[in-house]
DNA sequence: AATGAATGAGCTTTCATTCAT
DNA sequence: AATGAATGAAAGCTCATTCAT
């Protein structure tokens, strides 16, 4: 039921799973306790599912925003845009998925891992796409990936929607900092033209 | 007691703060489950003595690995050499130290908050300095470091000492992203030079 | 529960609120011991429910002994006697009354308080009333009232069933104590033929 | 110790002897935790050290006070006033050598029960002489005797020495109950001369 | 699908007590 | 005589889970 996933999203994001009792789970999702078991076999599937289920969502979007046959920088932009927009949006999802894997039962670490992984190849393809076709300094793309990746995931750590900067205006600036960090610098110079690609579902804006 | 402080590191890094029962803190410890009492007040004392250690030790390492009086790129380097390593050697503190913030009393938060906050303006000051010098692109100097932070601080989620690149590499590769993050492109053309200042406590290398 | 009650009352009686344990409270109510939260919200509720439900049927039983429109002296003897058959039946919840109330948190003392004021002022008024209509020796009333309170209430500590006196006896030792310490020689005198009157729900018996 | 006395009668007095921690026992009594062990074998000799000590000299100062060779009423009245004296002004004393008896170990309650039947006897005995002298109405000395310890030990459950009766008025009017409970009629009209004995610790006064 | 009642296992914390110094 | 450190046992309470309805 959607009402215990959402209790469940707000109240892992504040407590922390081990720190969130069943009890109050219930409470806040405005059902019985037992009530629960209806809809998952037991605790750990209530965090496995909302962590599978945002990867998952991660997953498929990523494949409808990024067009598989776009030139490799072009995907470059397309991904740091759609992955800032996805987490600035989703601060909650994006803490769980990060520091609950600890709590989660090795079968199914290993499920969540190997949706992760498929989400980091996506990047790590982009930039080995781009090394190859010169538009980027050469590197181990591994990690640069990972680094690309821990900078952009980190923005929902200190973003506040409310706050003085506009979601516009971090995409943009995060976006010249993980260009400038892997582009090639000729490539770099001419890239604030294509900066701006707009994403789907947000609004369209111009460079 | 430092067998508790080891014991709690592990297990809080296994199996967070609210997973860590005191029963097995103190079996791992090798003490007596009450005998916790008289080192700690409570358990949450645990979570602080762990978090507060290591931050604080982090701003004096700090302070005494990047001298003041350094110009600007020179101690934007030695920044980041000094964050990467100590980062790397100690993963178990770094994680706690990130993901366990949400189960501190508010007191103890706001008090580990201002540390943090500390540990932040030294880089936001050096990329200050660096803009104010012409050797750092113009940008929001606080955004950019938080982006550099989050990049930094990722390394120890994937990185291995016993895999296949060591520290050195490890460092080379971060350095050059976070260089080119940020540097003027002219400078950064110039910095492949200085990247490699050895910290004093790790193996020298040349570049 | 009354079950639950029952045990309470018992365990309280030999070894104290603070002595009891609810690990021992459940075994002797014959249930799980997390079951007793079921019940109770925590162990102090325990006792206010013993508490005060002794004390309200006290007072209840008290109105409905006692008319309201009879004579002073002979609203006195009623009173004396309900109070001490009721007592002299119920030592445990006598004893429990009197000595776990430092037991309780200021808000459930508060309310015990205020009970026990009420059937304290019923033979406060009595008093008054046998004074002014004067049958009874003038005196604090107040002071009287007190002190015939604590003789009354004193039978169960050393009262026994199944002991040589039986309970009409020891009641009408004790009227005579009564009516003697605060009546006016001369109607004194002439109490001796209304000493007897009969309680509903005690056995009847003459003069 | 005199200072573990001291600290022990005022915890027990407000929490109960279950309700006292040795860890504050210590603390409150300005010594180490198991310095205690150096003065009381364990817990329970605090509270019989603290018990007995209380009713031996209760005994002793009761033989002092009453001369056993004095006509019985003017016994009577000695004892009356001593015992009220001496329970006004040790209220905690008072209130615990009477509910917290059940948390002795039965050796030493056997000890106490000892003490408490010799104190009882010297007003029993005094009852019966009374009667068999003539000056007392027939009745049960024993009953009479437990009514009446009843009612004057119930004094410090509700005197205040910084409220509106002085001692010495609550001591008039307890003792005039008293006597009018169990005098003989025309033998307490005469007894309102000789009431106010004074007792060698209390400032002499007159009717 | 939903629930109230029940429960064994576990939680953090305090207990009275011991012991080496 | 005094103490700091240590400890097994027990405290009150919450946990995730089951089950009959």
């Not at 009402?3 to 109050?24: D, K, S, T, V």
């Not at 845009?81 to 090795?106: A, D, G, K, Q, W």
Request: glycine share 6%; with cysteine; net charge neutral.
């Amino acid at each position: 039921m959607s009402q215990i996933r959402a209790a469940g999203l707000q109240l892992i994001y504040q407590r922390g799973y081990e720190g969130m009792g069943l009890r109050l789970l219930a409470a806040e999702a405005g059902i019985g306790q037992s009530t629960l078991y209806g809809h998952y076999a037991n605790k750990q599937e209530v965090l496995v599912d909302l962590i599978c289920r945002h990867m998952e969502e991660l997953l498929s979007c990523l494949h409808r925003a990024v067009p598989a046959d776009a030139p490799p920088f072009a995907r470059f932009l397309t991904f740091l845009r759609f992955h800032l927009t996805y987490h600035m949006r989703r601060p909650r999802e994006v803490f769980i998925c990060y520091s609950e894997l600890r709590s989660l039962e090795p079968a199914n670490l290993a499920r969540v891992t190997d949706l992760r992984r498929r989400y980091e190849h996506a990047l790590i393809a982009i930039i080995r796409d781009g090394m190859a076709a010169g538009v980027m300094r050469r590197a181990d793309p591994r990690v640069a990936a990972y680094g690309l990746l821990a900078m952009l995931s980190g923005v929902p750590v200190w973003f506040d929607p409310q706050g003085p900067l506009s979601e516009e205006e971090v995409c943009a600036e995060y976006i010249r900092l993980a260009v400038a960090a892997v582009a090639d610098p000729l490539e770099a110079a001419l890239s604030d033209r294509t900066i701006a690609t707009p994403l789907p579902d947000s609004p369209a804006r111009k460079a």
